[in-house]
Protein backbone atom coordinates (compact mmCIF):
# COMPACT_ATOMS: atom_id res chain seq x y z
CA UNK A 1 0.00 0.00 0.00
CA UNK A 2 1.49 3.28 -0.97
CA UNK A 3 1.99 5.77 2.39
CA UNK A 4 -0.97 8.89 0.98
CA UNK A 5 1.01 12.39 1.61
CA UNK A 6 -1.18 14.85 3.17
CA UNK A 7 -1.44 18.19 1.99
CA UNK A 8 -2.80 21.39 3.85
CA UNK A 9 -5.70 23.12 2.22
CA UNK A 10 -4.18 25.94 -0.81
CA UNK A 11 -0.82 25.06 -0.19
CA UNK A 12 0.16 25.32 -4.15
CA UNK A 13 -1.09 29.13 -3.72
CA UNK A 14 1.39 29.68 -0.81
CA UNK A 15 5.17 29.69 -0.50
CA UNK A 16 4.97 29.90 3.13
CA UNK A 17 2.82 26.95 3.52
CA UNK A 18 5.70 24.51 2.16
CA UNK A 19 5.04 24.30 -1.71
CA UNK A 20 8.37 25.31 -2.02
CA UNK A 21 9.86 24.01 1.14
CA UNK A 22 10.15 20.57 2.28
CA UNK A 23 10.65 21.01 5.86
CA UNK A 24 7.75 23.96 6.04
CA UNK A 25 5.31 21.07 4.33
CA UNK A 26 3.02 20.38 7.73
CA UNK A 27 -0.53 19.14 7.69
CA UNK A 28 -3.74 21.46 9.03
CA UNK A 29 -7.28 20.26 9.09
CA UNK A 30 -9.46 21.98 6.78
CA UNK A 31 -11.29 24.02 8.21
CA UNK A 32 -14.42 27.00 7.30
CA UNK A 33 -17.78 26.86 6.01
CA UNK A 34 -17.29 26.86 2.51
CA UNK A 35 -14.04 24.78 2.31
CA UNK A 36 -14.00 22.97 -0.48
CA UNK A 37 -11.21 20.32 0.68
CA UNK A 38 -12.88 19.51 3.96
CA UNK A 39 -16.25 19.24 2.00
CA UNK A 40 -14.30 16.51 -0.56
CA UNK A 41 -15.22 17.81 -3.31
CA UNK A 42 -13.20 15.76 -6.43
CA UNK A 43 -10.12 16.96 -7.27
CA UNK A 44 -9.19 18.33 -3.93
CA UNK A 45 -6.29 16.52 -1.97
CA UNK A 46 -7.69 13.96 0.56
CA UNK A 47 -8.31 14.74 4.65
CA UNK A 48 -6.12 12.63 7.28
CA UNK A 49 -9.34 10.34 8.59
CA UNK A 50 -10.19 7.12 9.33
CA UNK A 51 -9.24 4.17 6.68
CA UNK A 52 -6.05 5.64 5.71
CA UNK A 53 -3.89 3.33 8.42
CA UNK A 54 -1.58 1.01 7.02
CA UNK A 55 -1.41 -3.00 8.52
CA UNK A 56 1.99 -2.82 9.29
CA UNK A 57 4.48 0.15 9.66
CA UNK A 58 7.96 -0.04 7.68
CA UNK A 59 10.37 -0.62 10.49
CA UNK A 60 8.38 -3.94 11.02
CA UNK A 61 8.13 -5.49 7.72
CA UNK A 62 11.90 -5.28 7.80
CA UNK A 63 12.19 -8.01 10.58
CA UNK A 64 9.34 -9.99 8.82
CA UNK A 65 7.57 -10.44 11.86
CA UNK A 66 4.12 -9.28 12.49
CA UNK A 67 3.43 -6.89 15.42
CA UNK A 68 1.44 -8.02 18.39
CA UNK A 69 -0.06 -5.16 20.97
CA UNK A 70 1.36 -5.72 24.07
CA UNK A 71 -0.46 -4.67 27.71
CA UNK A 72 0.67 -6.85 30.29
CA UNK A 73 2.37 -10.40 30.88
CA UNK A 74 -0.23 -13.04 30.27
CA UNK A 75 -0.04 -10.77 26.70
CA UNK A 76 3.74 -11.31 26.32
CA UNK A 77 3.06 -15.12 26.61
CA UNK A 78 1.02 -15.09 23.88
CA UNK A 79 3.67 -13.76 21.05
CA UNK A 80 4.82 -16.67 18.65
CA UNK A 81 8.02 -17.12 16.77
CA UNK A 82 6.70 -14.96 14.00
CA UNK A 83 5.15 -12.32 16.03
CA UNK A 84 6.90 -8.83 17.63
CA UNK A 85 6.36 -7.34 20.94
CA UNK A 86 4.45 -4.13 20.56
CA UNK A 87 4.07 -1.98 24.15
CA UNK A 88 0.88 -0.20 23.96
CA UNK A 89 -0.16 2.35 26.29
CA UNK A 90 0.60 1.37 29.73
CA UNK A 91 2.01 3.10 32.77
CA UNK A 92 5.79 2.66 33.66
CA UNK A 93 4.70 0.04 36.55
CA UNK A 94 3.44 -2.29 34.05
CA UNK A 95 6.41 -1.76 31.31
CA UNK A 96 8.62 -2.55 33.91
CA UNK A 97 7.28 -5.82 34.57
CA UNK A 98 6.70 -7.00 30.74
CA UNK A 99 10.94 -5.91 30.15
CA UNK A 100 11.29 -7.74 32.85
CA UNK A 101 9.21 -10.86 31.98
CA UNK A 102 10.54 -10.03 28.28
CA UNK A 103 14.67 -10.00 29.32
CA UNK A 104 14.10 -13.42 31.15
CA UNK A 105 12.83 -14.82 28.20
CA UNK A 106 15.38 -13.62 25.46
CA UNK A 107 11.99 -12.01 23.65
CA UNK A 108 12.23 -8.90 21.70
CA UNK A 109 10.00 -5.20 22.00
CA UNK A 110 9.85 -3.15 18.80
CA UNK A 111 9.34 0.51 20.96
CA UNK A 112 11.22 -0.69 24.02
CA UNK A 113 14.77 -1.10 24.55
CA UNK A 114 14.32 -3.55 27.41
CA UNK A 115 18.41 -3.63 29.09
CA UNK A 116 18.27 0.55 29.27
CA UNK A 117 14.94 0.98 30.42
CA UNK A 118 15.73 -1.16 33.16
CA UNK A 119 18.67 0.09 34.47
CA UNK A 120 16.69 3.68 34.08
CA UNK A 121 13.79 2.01 36.13
CA UNK A 122 16.53 0.24 38.82
CA UNK A 123 17.67 3.82 39.23
CA UNK A 124 14.38 5.60 39.96
CA UNK A 125 13.42 2.54 42.30
CA UNK A 126 16.56 3.09 44.37
CA UNK A 127 16.35 6.60 44.31
CA UNK A 128 12.66 6.61 45.34
CA UNK A 129 13.60 4.56 48.22
CA UNK A 130 16.24 6.35 49.76
CA UNK A 131 14.06 8.98 50.18
Aim: proline letters at 2%; a positive charge; glycine letters at 6%.
Amino acid sequence: MSLKIFKRTKDYAYKKLGSAQKSKRKYRRATGRHNKMRQKWNGRPPMVEIGYKRECSGRFLLNEKMPVMVYNVVDLEKIGKDQIGLIGKIGNKNKYEIAKAAKAKNMELANLNINKFIKIMERKISKEKKA
